[in-house]
Nanobody, 121 residues
């Protein structure tokens, strides 16, 4: 499966963005999906994951209710709604998938190209 993230950009602190991850090649309905992010000099950080069924969502501790992950299997797309953005959320955000359906918790099998989110203070 190929994954392409989009929706990044420049936003002021306190603003919102919605990231999209469009999949191609295979249906995402059998995959757990999720988002990670990375800033220069740091390891990639788990942001959010959603199970195969969509019934379970997982978030990094820093999210604190600000982000929401969702999936639309009919559109083969995963979303990340980000609200109350902070300058420390500035990063490249990557979409990922896992064959085990666990919302990229513990295993990642596919990565997409990232999209840059910049939050100004």
């Amino acid at each position: 499966v190929q994954l392409q993230a989009s929706g990044g950009g420049l936003v002021q602190a306190g603003g919102s963005l919605r990231l999209s991850c469009a999949a191609s090649g295979r249906s995402i309905s059998t995959y757990g999906m999720g988002w990670l992010r990375q800033t220069p000099g740091r390891e990639r950080e788990f942001v959010a994951g959603i199970s195969r069924s969509g019934g379970n969502q997982y978030y990094g501790d820093f999210v604190k209710g600000r982000f929401t992950i969702s999936r639309d299997d009919a559109k083969n797309t995963v979303y990340l709604q980000m609200n109350s953005l902070k300058p420390e959320d500035t990063a490249v955000y990557y979409c990922a998938a896992d064959r085990l359906g666990r919302g990229i918790r513990g295993s990642i099998h596919y990565w997409g190209q990232g999209t840059l989110v910049t939050v100004s203070s």
